[in-house]
C-alpha cells in the first residue's frame, strides 16, 4: 500500500510520524549507550573485586597460595577478571556496531527527511501560487465583465435620449466596445491560467506530492529495518562472548575440583614441620636434706607456660626462654631484632625459625642466588660475545664501551657468589643439627642443639652476625627496654645483657674506595670513588669488610670495592 495514492492529504501527519520515528532511534540508542555505560561499570567493580582480593605480594595470604584451595581462590579470581574483560567487549561491541552506526544513520535520516519536506512545502507553496493566480485572474475577469455591462447600459440610454449630441453617443459606443474587449482579454486570461492550474493541480496530487511520499515511505521502512538490524545486533553481542563465559566458568568449576584435603594437610606438615624430636622421659629426682629441687619447665614452649615471672632466690626474675630465637650470652642490642620477629621480617640467616623451616628457606635463598648469578654470567658471556663481533667489526661499535658494564657484571657475580657461600655456611651449619629419625629421643634444650655445646654455638653466632651487615653490629640507643635473655636451668646463660656502649675497635690500616657504594643496609655504610676510610676489621671470608670514616660514622662495606692498605705488624700478625 502505497502513501502517495492513500495519504496524498496527510501532509502534516506523515511529517509528525516520521519525525516521531527519528526520536524513538534516538531513545533507543541512548538505551543502547546507557547498557554500554553499566557494562563498563559492572566489569570495572568485578576487576577491583578480583584485584582487592589477589594476594598482597610478600604477605602470609602469598605465603597460603601453596594450598590447593588458596590456588583454587586464585584461580578463581583470574578467571574472573577474564570474565569481567568479556564484559568490557560487551560495551566495545554494543558502542562501535550499534551506537556509533546508529548516530551517523541519525544524521543521515534527519538530512533525508529533511530534504523530502523541503521538496513538499516547496510544490504545496507552487500549487498555493497557482490558486492565488487563479482567483486573482477570475475576481479581474468578472470585475470586466461588470464594468463592460455598465459601458453598454450607458452606451443604450445615451443612444435612447434624443437630446444627446451623435459625438457623445458615438463616445459612449466605443467606450463599451473597449470595456466588452478588456472583458474578452480577462476571460482569457482566466482561461488560461484555469487550464494552467488544473495541470499543476493534476501533476501536484498525482505526481510530485506521490513520488515525495513514496520516498518517504521508504525512508521510514530503512529505518525500522535498521532499528531491527540493530536489535538482532544486540542480542548477537551478548551472545558472541557466551563460549568465552562459559570456559570462564569452566575454568572456576575445575578450579573448585583441584581442591585436595588431603594435599593441603601434606602441606601443613611441610610448611610447620620443626625438625625436633619430641622430648625422652624426665628422670626422677629424688629428695634429700639440704637438697632442692629443680623446677621442671616445658622445654618446647617459647615463655613460662604461666605467662609469669618467679621469684628467684636472689629477688630477681627468671627469665622465660624464647627457643628457638636468641642464644648469645654477649652484649647485644635486640631493638631491631625484636621488631623484625614481631614485624615478620626475621634475621636475614633465618635463625628465628625451627630447624626444617630454616633449612628450607636457606635452601630457597640459595637457589634465587644461584638464578641469579646464572643469569648474570649468560648475560656475561653475551656481551663478551658483542665485544669479539666489535674488535672484529670495528665499524659496528667500539670495543671498549662494553668494558665497564663487563667489569660490573663480573662484580656483581663476585657478589652473589660470595652470598652463596654465606648461605650455603648457613644451611650446612643447620643440616648439621637437624636429628637424624635412627637417634633416640633425648631432652631438647630449647635450643639447636645440646647444652654441653653452647659455647661453640655463641662463636657461631658472632661469625654468621659478622657475615650479616645488616645491622647486628649497629648498637642502638633509644628509651626501648634492652631485651635480656636468660635461659633457665643454664648457668652460663644466666647473665644478663649490659646497656653500655661497645668498646671502640682500633685501626688497622687504611682503603681507598675502587668503587662507589650505596648503604642502605642497616650496619653498612655509603662511600663514595676514590674516598680513603680506616679499616677497622678484615674481611673474615664473608665478603664485607668494616671501615671507619670518623669517630660516629662506621659500617661495612663490600671488600671487592675497595683497595686495602694493611699496617706492617697486622700483616704479620
Known amino acids: 500500500m502505497s502513501w502517495g495514492s492513500e495519504l496524498w492529504d496527510q501532509f502534516d501527519n506523515l511529517e509528525k510520524h516520521t519525525q516521531s520515528g527519528i526520536e524513538f532511534v534516538e531513545r533507543y540508542s541512548k538505551f543502547v549507550k546507557e547498557r554500554s ?113 455598465r459601458a453598454q447600459q450607458y452606451f443604450e440610454r445615451m443612444d435612447a435620449d434624443i437630446n444627446v449630441t451623435k459625438a457623445d453617443v458615438e463616445k459612449a459606443r466605443q467606450q463599451a466596445q473597449m470595456r466588452h474587449q478588456i472583458a474578452a482579454d480577462s476571460k482569457t486570461e482566466y482561461s488560461n491560467y484555469l487550464t494552467k492550474f488544473n495541470q499543476e493541480q493534476n501533476e501536484h496530487y498525482y505526481t510530485l506530492i506521490p513520488n515525495i511520499f513514496q520516498k518517504l515511505q521508504e525512508m521510514e521502512e530503512r529505518r525500522i529495518e535498521r532499528v531491527g538490524v540493530s536489535m538482532k545486533t544486540y542480542a548477537e553481542v551478548d551472545r558472541e562472548v557466551l563460549p568465552i563465559v562459559g570456559k570462564c566458568l569452566d575454568g572456576m568449576t575445575k578450579a573448585a575440583e583441584s581442591i585436595e ?168 651449619e643447620v643440616e648439621g643439627r637437624l636429628p637424624s629419625r635412627s637417634d633416640p629421643p633425648r631432652r631438647q634444650s630449647g635450643l639447636y642443639e645440646s647444652q654441653n655445646s653452647n659455647s661453640t654455638m655463641v662463636d657461631n653466632n658472632c661469625a654468621q652476625d659478622r657475615e650479616s651487615p645488616d645491622g647486628s653490629y649497629t648498637e642502638e640507643q633509644s628509651s626501648e627496654t634492652q631485651v635480656k635473655v636468660a635461659i633457665a636451668n643454664t648457668p652460663e646463660f644466666d647473665d644478663e645483657f649490659d646497656d653500655g656502649d661497645e668498646e671502640t675497635l682500633p685501626t688497622i690500616g687504611t682503603c681507598k674506595a675502587v668503587y662507589s657504594f650505596e648503604g642502605h643496609n642497616e650496619g653498612t655504610i655509603s662511600v663514595t670513588e676514590g674516598e680513603l676510610l680506616f679499616v677497622i676489621e678484615q674481611d673474615k671470608g664473608d665478603g664485607w669488610t668494616r671501615v671507619r670514616r670518623n669517630v660516629e660514622e662506621e659500617g661495612y662495606v663490600p671488600t671487592s670495592y675497595v683497595e686495602v692498605f694493611l699496617e706492617t705488624n697486622t700483616k704479620d700478625s
Open 261 to 428: 584435603p588431603k594435599t593441603d594437610s601434606k602441606q601443613v606438615v611441610e610448611s610447620y614441620k620443626s625438625g625436633f624430636e619430641p622430648p625422652g622421659d624426665v628422670e626422677f629426682e629424688d629428695y634429700g636434706p639440704g637438697q632442692t629441687m629443680k623446677r621442671t619447665v616445658s622445654e618446647t614452649s617459647l615463655s613460662n607456660s604461666r605467662g609469669e615471672a618467679k621469684e628467684r632466690p636472689g629477688g630477681g626474675k627468671s627469665k622465660g626462654k624464647l627457643w628457638p630465637f636468641i642464644k648469645n650470652k654477649n652484649k647485644i642490642t635486640f631493638n631491631s631484632h625484636v621488631r623484625n620477629l614481631i614485624e615478620g621480617s626475621g634475621p636475614e640467616d633465618f635463625s628465628h625459625l625451627p630447624p626444617e623451616q630454616r633449612r628450607k628457606k636457606l635452601q630457597a635463598k640459595i637457589d634465587d642466588i644461584n638464578k641469579d648469578i646464572q643469569k648474570e654470567m649468560d648475560q656475561k658471556d653475551a656481551l663478551t660475545k658483542m665485544k669479539g663481533v666489535y674488535e672484529k667489526n670495528p665499524q659496528m661499535g667500539d670495543p671498549a664501551s662494553v668494558d665497564p658494564r663487563l667489569v660490573e657484571m663480573a662484580m656483581n657475580i663476585e657478589k652473589l657468589q660470595s652470598e652463596v657461600q654465606k648461605f650455603e655456611g648457613w644451611l650446612a
Open 37 to 149: 555505560d553499566i557494562e563498563i561499570s559492572y566489569a570495572k567493580q568485578i576487576r577491583n573485586l578480583s584485584k582487592k582480593y589477589q594476594p598482597k605480594k610478600n604477605s602470609r595470604e602469598e605465603e597460603e597460595n601453596k594450598y590447593t584451595s588458596c590456588r583454587a581462590f586464585l584461580s578463581t579470581l583470574n578467571e574472573l577478571n577474564d570474565y569481567a574483560g568479556q564484559h568490557e567487549v560487551i560495551a566495545e561491541n554494543l558502542t562501535s556496531q550499534i551506537i556509533t552506526e546508529l548516530s551517523r544513520y541519525l544524521t543521515e535520516l534527519k538530512a533525508e527527511r529533511k530534504s523530502h519536506f523541503h521538496d513538499g512545502r516547496k510544490a504545496q507553496q507552487q500549487i498555493e501560487s497557482l490558486w492565488k493566480q487563479l482567483e486573482s485572474s477570475k475576481r479581474r475577469f468578472e470585475r470586466d465583465c461588470k464594468e463592460a455591462d
